[in-house]
């Protein structure tokens, strides 16, 4: 007997209700803005036809306030997985035209059971963020929601990538999830994401802010630093996720996707030496550096517009995929202060997490002084970036460009902090402070009884004590190179120690100071 018609007819429409959220005259009103729907997300995040969704027919199960005789389809939440480049993904995109999209007990439980599915399954979790909160008529089910699915947030962490797309409001508590993922992106205009709104700030405190201070992307982009990437638009946050995900492994038991199959070049590039200034105190735009070392210069930069002075991101040497981070000459002179450690250090756990190699190049001339860095906490934020190399187990591979002073030398993962490769180019400085510093001290009474040798032993100083050489005859780096050898020597480096395999005390984990 064949299925009757009826009820075939019937689960067509129920779908075709579910799938209009909060009706077509509001889907139509979001596209007629430029706005992606919560089912455009995914359609776009996807591979055509590989979306399998989870809890279509979920439904509140509220009965106060009038909830009974309201329907909200698919709960306010689609969630479910799909392809991204064959790979298999889940994700979960809030409806806003479904009562602001608003988190409730069952719409909680379609994220927990989402997040479950992904961690036993073992691939990454995406999400897309654009809700009002929590239901108000839901009470205390909300807040319980909200416990659950930040429970799971960290439960999954450091087990599956999570990343977080921010595409309308994100507000109060509902912000602390995305920020327990590894990656936020959130998308400018539409997009907000705050603690306490202006309106409050100004009723607790008296001081009067805007939205755009509060909580734009370019404010968390640039000032807070919460987020990692700015959108221009919904289609081009998907695409930045796409690009992410091409770097990453699906869980952490996995390889990154690595393309071994890239033929090995061994060539120079002299074109690296012409961007070396000739003089030391001149800044080196350490983005040129990278472009040259990594495959068709494509280096997927991360919070790019915050600590500029340290650069973080992905990117391939000859086919491996790399994490890299590098000082910037060119803001700060390259100094850590607080904002950079806390950039590095967590960069480099992200890596070491999900067997990312770590590639560190050094330019750098001490920790930034100053009092609102003492006050602020500089020991502790620095100390960050000592735990995070040092607890590293994945292949590290450091390359002094130019100056490695002081603390900082060890912060940016020298020998002694756990490097299992360190190259100098000829231009390296390695010494416990600057030649000028240096002498200053240690020939005050010859510089007082004649200044005129004073650049006269400053030379001297930095061609027997901060040249690589005294540190390579020290056994303390590995090799001195020619910058135009950089790319070749790194790419040997790289695919000799992907077998590198490392253990250490068992523990929970360590304390790192937060």
Known sequence: MAIPKELLEDLQNRRATIKAGGGEDKLAARRKKGLFTARDRLDTLFQKGTFLEMGMHAEHTCHNFGMGKKHLPADGVITGTGYVDGRPIAAFSQDFTVAGGSLGRIHARKIVDLMDYAQQSGMPVVSFNDSGGARIQ????????????????????????????IAGPCAGGAAYSPALTDFLIMVKGNANMFICGPDVIQAATGQKCTMEEVGSAIAHATI???????????????ELVKKLLSFLPSNNIMDPPHRLDTPLSLETDPGMNDIVPANSRDPLDVLQVIRRIVDDGDFFEVQADWAKNMVVGFARVQGVVTGIIANQPKVKAGAIDIDASDKGARFIRFCNIFNIPIVTLVDVPGFLPGLQQERGGIIRHGAKLLFAYGAATVPKITIILRK???????????????????YAWPTAEIAVMGAEGAVKILYKREIEKDPAHQDEIIAEYRRKFASPYQAAGMAMITDVIDPAETRSVLALALRNTLSKRETRPPKKHGNIPL
Request: with cysteine; charged share 10%; hydrophobic share 45%.
């Open 224 to 238: 807070s630093g919460n987020i990692h990437f700015v959108a221009e638009n919904d289609t081009h946050a998907i």
């Open 138 to 165: 839901e009470g205390v089910d909300s807040l319980s929601g909200y416990g659950q699915v930040f429970f799971k947030n960290v439960y999954l962490s450091g087990v599956v990538p999570q990343i977080a797309v």
């Open 404 to 422: 490695a002073y002081g603390g900082a030398y060890l912060a940016m993962c020298s020998q002694d902090m756990g490097a299992d490769l360190v």
